[in-house]
């Protein structure tokens, strides 16, 4: 399919290229259509059409050498940046307070991910400890929701996965997952002190040799066990 011009000299390549962009969760190439056939209803595309346009857009970004690519993840269309491109942003934005996680709920996330759907005892139970206070900023997080109530006693509530959890992973269904023993490996990424031995890391690669030796000192004198999470907290 040609690129279609509108009345007003738009492309309809920027167009999809502009509904990617501003959404703030990964778009579907089926809402894309809509969105394009409620815009203009003399023009009605397929979502295959869609993605060849996507083809596109992606083989001009390589072309120009940008930085970025539309890729698809969490069930629809987002941009990202390349991956090559990971180690300086990597410094600059060193992940944000909102997607920090403790050991303690890594390990939830975890269970809840392979277990799913999934209830507070069962968790408990795996766990060997309360996880109500986990699991609410799991909550908090976007991480995980609630998908109905177990048909059990008391009917208490299942826990699931969300999309958010896909995007935040990079992928587009819970089939793929690792396996469990590589799970710990990427989700530990979101430890504070991982990303501050990172850090160091970096510092250490762009300074002297003697530079070097005094920061792994810092480093070294820095570094302390983790507080364990308070669990005394229940789910009410």
Same mark, same amino acid.
């Given at each position: 399919?040609?690129?279609?011009?509108?009345?007003?000299?738009?492309?309809?390549?920027?167009?999809?290229?502009?509904? *990617?962009?501003?959404?703030?969760?990964? #778009?579907?190439?089926?809402?894309?259509?809509? !969105? +394009?056939? &409620?815009?203009? @209803?003399?023009?009605?595309?397929?979502?295959?059409?869609?993605?060849?346009?996507?083809?596109?857009?992606?083989?001009?970004?390589?072309?120009?050498?940008?930085?970025?690519?539309?890729?698809?993840?969490?069930?629809?269309?987002?941009?990202?940046?390349?991956?090559?491109?990971?180690?300086?942003?990597?410094?600059?934005?060193?992940?944000?307070?909102?997607?920090?996680?403790?050991?303690?709920?890594?390990?939830?996330?975890?269970?809840?991910?392979?277990?799913?759907?999934? *209830?507070?005892?069962?968790?408990?139970? #795996?766990?060997?400890?309360?996880?109500?206070? !986990? +699991?609410? &900023?799991?909550? @908090?997080?976007?991480?995980?929701?609630?998908?109905?109530?177990?048909?059990?006693?008391?009917?208490?509530?299942?826990?699931?996965?969300?999309?958010?959890?896909?995007?935040?992973?990079?992928?587009?269904?819970?089939?793929?997952?690792?396996?469990?023993?590589?799970?710990?490996?990427?989700?530990?990424?979101?430890?504070?002190?991982?990303?501050?031995?990172?850090?160091?890391?970096?510092?250490?690669?762009?300074?002297?040799?003697?530079?070097?030796?005094?920061?792994?000192?810092?480093?070294?004198?820095?570094?302390?066990?983790?507080?364990?999470?308070?669990?005394?907290?229940?789910?009410?």
């Amino acid at each position: 399919m040609e690129d279609y011009q509108f009345v007003d000299g738009t492309l309809l390549s920027s167009v999809i290229e502009a509904l *990617i962009f501003s959404s703030p969760e990964p #778009i579907t190439s089926k809402r894309i259509c809509e !969105i +394009i056939f &409620q815009g203009d @209803e003399q023009l009605e595309i397929e979502t295959e059409q869609v993605e060849q346009f996507i083809d596109r857009l992606n083989e001009r970004y390589d072309a120009n050498g940008r930085p970025f690519a539309i890729e698809h993840t969490g069930g629809g269309y987002t941009l990202a940046t390349r991956e090559r491109y990971h180690r300086w942003l990597s410094i600059f934005q060193h992940e944000n307070a909102y997607r920090k996680l403790s050991q303690s709920a890594i390990e939830t996330l975890a269970i809840i991910a392979y277990k799913q759907p999934i *209830i507070k005892p069962e968790v408990d139970q #795996i766990r060997g400890v309360d996880s109500g206070y !986990i +699991i609410r &900023q799991l909550l @908090e997080k976007a991480l995980v929701e609630v998908s109905g109530r177990a048909d059990s006693p008391g009917k208490p509530l299942l826990y699931t996965t969300t999309l958010y959890f896909l995007k935040h992973f990079g992928i587009n269904s819970v089939d793929e997952l690792p396996k469990p023993r590589e799970i710990e490996e990427i989700l530990k990424d979101d430890d504070m002190a991982e990303h501050r031995q990172f850090l160091f890391e970096r510092q250490v690669e762009l300074a002297d040799d003697d530079t070097q030796a005094s920061i792994l000192d810092l480093l070294d004198a820095d570094e302390s066990p983790e507080d364990e999470e308070d669990f005394g907290e229940n789910e009410d």
